[in-house]
């Protein structure tokens, strides 16, 4: 099973920062990354797919980079909305594993 | 709009069986695969299971194969998870969703399951 390691656990920053998120895999997953954006009370939404790829609808300031074991989700500057939990998952093997998440608060 | 539909979650025994089901509307049902994957209270997510779009290819979590089965009623948009021998561990909320290949690109608002005597 592939393992993914996010980093840090939690990101305390303020609005208009910007905010790097780290995904980092035990073994090589190529570029079958995603990641997702989870509120309290809410489903996760998909954000990015495929390691760099935005889903429809997600704004430009969400930004996905890397390949093999090392990835990133840069927001570009924080909104008030930007402020939840976000999960990196392969798709590269099975079974599909998601990251344990990093939390961004104000 | 695609939309998916969770229902069928409540407080169950330890040892005993509750089937999820799973409506979706929006997209043609039939032509996607779909997912299911849960959430413990204040923990992260965990894929569960998967089914290929015409219900021939199943897949499992370990920590379910042998107690879950999914399954899909194509006639009706409807996507199943049958559960046996719960136990406690298995206390989460279970979302199905809608699956690009392993990408998960639609969730429902997810159905709670509590195991608990």
């Known amino acids: 099973e592939i393992v993914l390691t996010q980093s840090p656990a939690t990101l305390s920053l303020s609005p208009g920062e910007r905010a790097t998120l780290s995904c980092r895999a035990s073994?090589?997953?190529?570029?079958?990354l995603a990641w997702y954006q989870q509120k309290p009370g809410q489903a996760p939404r998909l954000l990015i797919y495929?390691?760099?790829n935005r889903a429809t609808d997600i704004p430009a300031r969400f930004s996905g980079s890397g390949s093999g074991t090392d990835f990133t989700l840069t927001i570009s500057s924080l909104e008030p909305e930007d402020f939840a939990v976000y999960y990196c998952?392969?798709?590269?093997?099975?079974?599909?594993?998601f990251g344990g998440g990093t939390k961004v608060e104000i | 709009e695609v939309q998916l539909l969770e229902s069928g979650g409540g407080l169950v025994q330890p040892g005993g069986s509750l089937r999820l089901s799973c409506a979706a509307s929006g997209f043609t049902f039939s032509n996607y695969d779909l997912s299911w994957v849960r959430q413990a209270p204040g923990k992260g997510l965990e894929w569960v299971s998967g089914?290929?779009?015409?219900?021939?290819?199943?897949y499992y979590a370990d920590s379910v194969r042998g107690r879950f089965t999914i399954s899909r009623d194509n006639s009706k948009n409807t996507l199943y998870l049958q559960m046996n021998s719960l136990r406690a561990e298995d206390t989460a909320v279970y979302f199905c969703?809608?699956?690009?290949?392993?990408?998960?690109?639609?969730w429902g608002q997810g159905t709670l399951l509590t195991v608990s005597s």
């Open positions: 998952q392969q798709r590269n093997n099975w079974p599909l594993t």
């Open positions: 073994q090589s997953v190529s570029i079958y």
């Open positions: 089914i290929s779009f015409g219900g021939v290819n199943t």
């Open positions: 495929d390691a760099s």
């Open positions: 969703a809608h699956d690009m290949g392993g990408t998960y690109n639609r």
